[in-house]
């Protein structure tokens, strides 16, 4: 008998065992689930994509109009109390959720108004931007109430202004293109020549690397391609005391978060009233001031069994009472 029948007479032996052939069978047959396991994996995970790719285009268009109906229901409220909105105003206090068949949305929205708008430091003019000192004046002692030290203000300033207005020459403590496309700078672009539209920018100032961001910028906020600045004075919180104390330049910080925490529950009908509480009203920033609110944050929230999507929108209302959506920031 030749070798190769000899080792098939004997693989056919050890084959017809029963053990051997129950290993084998088990073998196959975990072998088989594996390779199911990773098909019904791949197709569940290919089915969850699909679903999420519905859900965010579903998810968008119904933000969108839940956006245009928050909107109508701030100009109704707001024509409603021309003259006034306080803090306990529903449209600031309620939050708002529609159930729907398949989806809840929340709705929240908040008065956007009582935080120091960066852009409003400018005057736009024939020659482009220029500086509005009353309000320059004001963020200053806004800077100094937070302990910044006197070199590191002037080099926001400069490095600011240098940011947007339109030549190439620095200021004193400015920084212009050859910083910014050079070895030093992280950012490579060249200065923007415009107005803010988002409070991130300042980090690109070679200044913040000496500074804290979440600090400095509490009360600072951006309108996108907007000089407007408004306080409603009857949505104050004790949170607003440094940016109530630098408008007036009170130093006595106890006594301005006083004079917030004790408003009127029905609120101010007029401006005068809390602007005699301070002895330097005469030298304010004109035109600031206000027993009601012109721009709103609107936070809406979708959510299903699986996924949630989130926007938030920036709305300013102008004289006429007609909205503009200044920004958008979708989180899906």
């Known amino acids: 008998m030749s070798l190769l029948g000899f080792l098939t007479l004997k693989f056919e032996a050890i084959m017809n065992k029963p053990g051997v052939i129950l290993i084998t069978t088990l073998m196959i047959v975990m072998v088989m689930s594996i390779i199911s396991m990773q098909i019904s994996k791949n197709f569940f995970i290919a089915l969850k994509r699909e679903a ?47 159930d729907y068949d398949i989806f809840s949305l ?32 004001w963020l200053n002692r806004y800077l100094q109430l937070k302990l910044l030290n006197p070199t590191d203000i002037e080099s926001f300033f400069d490095q600011l202004i240098d940011w947007v207005d339109l030549d ?59 000089t407007s600045q408004l306080i409603n004075i009857n949505t104050l919180k004790p949170t607003d005391t440094m940016l109530i104390a630098s408008f007036f330049n009170e130093k006595n910080l106890e006594y301005v978060e006083s004079q917030i925490t004790s408003l009127p529950q029905e609120g101010y009908d007029e401006v005068n009233s809390f602007i005699a509480k301070f002895k330097g009203a005469a030298n304010f920033p004109a035109q600031i001031l206000s027993t009601n609110s012109k721009t709103f944050k609107l936070r809406t929230r979708l959510i299903d069994e699986s996924f949630s999507a989130e926007l938030e929108s920036l709305v300013i209302l102008d004289v006429s009472n007609s909205a503009k959506v200044l920004n958008r920031n979708f989180n899906f």
């Open 52 to 98: 999420y790719l519905d859900f965010k285009n579903l998810s968008y268009q119904m933000l969108l109009s839940s956006e245009a109906q928050a909107i109508e229901t701030v100009k109704r409220e707001i024509d409603s109390y021309r003259n006034k909105l306080t803090a306990n105003n529903p449209l600031l206090t309620k939050n708002f959720t529609y």
């Open 106 to 137: 929340e709705l929240k929205i908040i008065d956007g108004s009582n935080c120091f708008n960066l852009n409003s430091i400018f005057n736009i003019s024939g020659k482009g931007y220029e500086v509005n000192e009353p309000r320059r004046e």
């Open 168 to 226: 190439n020459q620095p200021l004193n403590f400015g920084a212009e293109n050859y910083y910014y496309m050079g070895p030093m700078s992280q950012v490579n672009q060249f200065t923007p020549k415009r107005l803010l539209v988002d409070l991130s920018e300042i980090k690109n100032l070679p200044v913040m690397r000496n500074l804290n961001f979440l600090d400095i910028a509490t009360h600072l906020c951006v309108i996108p391609g907007s």
